[in-house]
């Protein structure tokens, strides 16, 4: 155990000034599981996720314990996968990554355990990383000359939120949610049109045939703030919805999707730009799976090019929860000296959104 961990901290010191840095990393966090080996923090050499999405759709939603019994199933099939597709073997790895939150407990200490036990086999550098982060830096590999300072709009299934990223390792946040997530209220909105899992990409579709014809009672979306609240939104809608189906009345799906999305994105949308232009950032980047929803992506891109702000989203792939951009953020921990991790480590559900290293 000593002799390891001497190892493991010397060889954390050295990659600093490594030319090339090969990590391989691990994201377990809710329903993927996901196995990637990224290059210098940008290049993914291999990207590995298995999905659990047609296991839980039966269930309309995640169930932890579940997600933990596929995550031990599929994960040691992903690490070799991923090997086999980057054309390399363990020798050729520098460090090991690992996501240990926030997200569900058992399913993080699935790939907390393998990644501790991987890093202490080949005796490499282990590297815990905020699931939070690695959303950020997917943007990082889907472009390739995104640098700090930027804005970031982080719209996950956990998180909701408006950050300041001074540098790689300075993320400040600026405002949040007060109550439920902005990837966690689509789900349940879907759920209650009876749409199946996930929720998000069925809105979207359903909306895109619907129409903005329905004023939803109840909306509280924190005026003269940049904080978020969505459990009013999903509460009058779930009110709309029974309310119609207990009268007989008939609910159209695709209108009270559209209708429901027009109004969230407003609100994303509406705050993100009220806090460029006050603070005059003109660097706008999004991160998170409900970055891939096209009326979200289709409103920053005109309102964007209208005021002037750059604006980066993440590739497709990349919204989702995967590992590359685990591997990406584990390169930026290392190269601030901050992440590296010993067998003690355990997952956590919750983790702070702020990052700093300033002393």
């Known amino acids: 155990m000593a002799d390891y961990l001497e190892i493991a901290k010397e060889k954390f010191s050295s990659l600093r000034s490594k030319k090339d840095v090969v990590i391989l990393a691990v994201e377990s966090s809710c329903d993927e599981t996901a196995v990637a080996i990224v290059k210098n923090g940008r290049e993914v050499l291999a990207n590995i996720v298995a999905s659990q999405i047609e296991i839980h759709k039966r269930f309309g939603g995640v169930v932890p314990e579940v997600a933990s019994r596929n995550h ?48 202490y086999a080949l005796k490499l550098p282990l590297i815990a990383v905020s699931h939070v982060h690695g959303h950020i830096s997917a943007n990082y590999i889907s472009h390739k000359d995104l640098t700090p300072p930027f804005t970031c709009l982080m719209v996950s299934g956990g998180h909701t939120a408006l950050l300041n990223v001074e540098d790689y390792c300075e993320i400040n946040l600026i405002g949040s949610t007060v109550d439920d997530s902005v990837g966690e209220c689509f789900d349940k909105v879907a759920r209650v049109l009876g749409l199946s899992y996930p929720g998000g990409p069925n809105i979207d579709r359903c909306a895109k045939l619907g129409k903005n014809n329905i004023e939803f009672l109840n909306h509280t979306p924190l005026k003269n703030t940049y904080n978020f609240s969505f459990s009013g939104i999903k509460t009058a809608v779930v009110n709309f919805v029974h309310n119609r189906l207990q009268r007989g009345a008939e609910v ?19 705050k993100t730009m009220r806090f460029l232009l006050e603070s005059g950032s003109k660097k706008l980047v999004v991160a998170g799976g409900v970055g891939a929803n096209s009326r979200l992506r289709e409103k920053l891109e005109k309102v964007c090019h209208e005021f002037g702000v750059e604006l980066y989203l993440p590739d497709l792939k990349f919204c989702t929860d995967n590992a590359g951009m685990i591997g990406s953020m584990a390169y930026y921990y290392m190269k601030s000296g901050i992440g590296l991790a010993d067998l003690t480590l355990s997952a956590k559900p919750n983790v702070d959104i702020s990052l700093s290293v300033k002393k």
């Open 72 to 119: 031990i199933l599929a994960i040691s099939n992903c690490y070799h996968e991923a090997l086999k597709e980057a054309n390399l073997t363990a020798n050729d790895l520098d460090a090991v990554a690992v996501t240990y939150g926030a997200g569900l407990m058992g399913a993080l200490l699935v790939g907390v355990n393998f990644a501790k036990a991987l890093s």
């Open 252 to 270: 159209d799906v695709n209108d009270v999707a559209c209708s429901f999305q027009e109004l969230v994105t407003d609100d994303l949308v509406e």
